[in-house]
C-alpha cells in the first residue's frame, strides 16, 4: 500500500485508537499515522497552524479517518473545514464512528464524508472493516494531486 502518505486518525477514544491502529498494522498498512485526539487540533494539524504551524507541507495526508463525536470542536464541524479550504477540499474523509443515527450519516455526507463506517463492536470485524478501508482508500482509490 502506498506508504510514504500519513492517515490522520481523528479519535478521542485511546482504546479506539488502539483498536484501529492494531487493525491497520494487521492489515500490512504501512503508512505513518498520526493521531489527533480532538476536533480543534486536528484542524490545526490540517492547516499546519497553532502548534503545528511547523509542520512541513510537504507531508501529505492520504486519508482522514475521522470520529464525529469530539473534544472542542466536533468531527461534523472538522469535515466543514476540511471542504471549505482549498487545499484540503477533495481530501478523502471517511467518517469512522460509533453512531448509528440517520441524522449523522446525512449531515456527514451533505458536509462532504467520502464515506460513512460505523465501528462494529467485535474487534474481528472491525479488523476487517479497517482492512477493507485501507484497502480501498491507500491502494485502489485515486485522487488528484494538489
Same mark, same amino acid.
Given at each position: 500500500?502506498?506508504?510514504?502518505?500519513?492517515?490522520? %486518525?481523528?479519535?478521542? +477514544?485511546?482504546? &479506539?485508537?488502539?483498536?484501529? $491502529? @492494531?487493525?491497520?498494522?494487521?492489515?500490512? !498498512?504501512?503508512?505513518?499515522?498520526?493521531?489527533?485526539?480532538?476536533?480543534?487540533?486536528?484542524?490545526?494539524?490540517?492547516?499546519?497552524?497553532?502548534?503545528?504551524?511547523?509542520?512541513?507541507?510537504?507531508?501529505?495526508?492520504?486519508?482522514?479517518?475521522?470520529?464525529?463525536? %469530539?473534544?472542542?470542536? +466536533?468531527?461534523? &464541524?472538522?469535515?466543514?473545514? $476540511? @471542504?471549505?479550504?482549498?487545499?484540503?477540499? !477533495?481530501?478523502?474523509?471517511?467518517?469512522?464512528?460509533?453512531?448509528?443515527?440517520?441524522?449523522?450519516?446525512?449531515?456527514?455526507?451533505?458536509?462532504?464524508?467520502?464515506?460513512?463506517?460505523?465501528?462494529?463492536?467485535?474487534?474481528?470485524?472491525?479488523?476487517?472493516?479497517?482492512?477493507?478501508?485501507?484497502?480501498?482508500?491507500?491502494?485502489?482509490?485515486?485522487?488528484?494531486?494538489?
Amino acid at each position: 500500500m502506498n506508504d510514504q502518505a500519513i492517515i490522520l %486518525l481523528v479519535e478521542d +477514544s485511546a482504546s &479506539d485508537e488502539e483498536l484501529t $491502529i @492494531r487493525a491497520l498494522k494487521r492489515a500490512n !498498512v504501512r503508512n505513518p499515522i498520526v493521531v489527533m485526539r480532538d476536533g480543534a487540533a486536528a484542524v490545526d494539524y490540517l492547516f499546519a497552524r497553532g502548534a503545528y504551524s511547523d509542520r512541513s507541507s510537504d507531508e501529505e495526508i492520504q486519508v482522514v479517518l475521522l470520529d464525529l463525536n %469530539l473534544p472542542k470542536l +466536533s468531527g461534523l &464541524d472538522v469535515l466543514r473545514a $476540511i @471542504r471549505s479550504n482549498e487545499k484540503t477540499r !477533495v481530501l478523502p474523509v471517511v467518517v469512522l464512528t460509533s453512531s448509528h443515527e440517520d441524522r449523522d450519516v446525512v449531515e456527514s455526507y451533505d458536509r462532504g464524508a467520502n464515506s460513512y463506517i460505523v465501528k462494529p463492536v467485535d474487534f474481528v470485524q472491525f479488523a476487517e472493516a479497517v482492512r477493507q478501508l485501507g484497502l480501498y482508500w491507500l491502494l485502489l482509490n485515486q485522487r488528484p494531486r494538489r
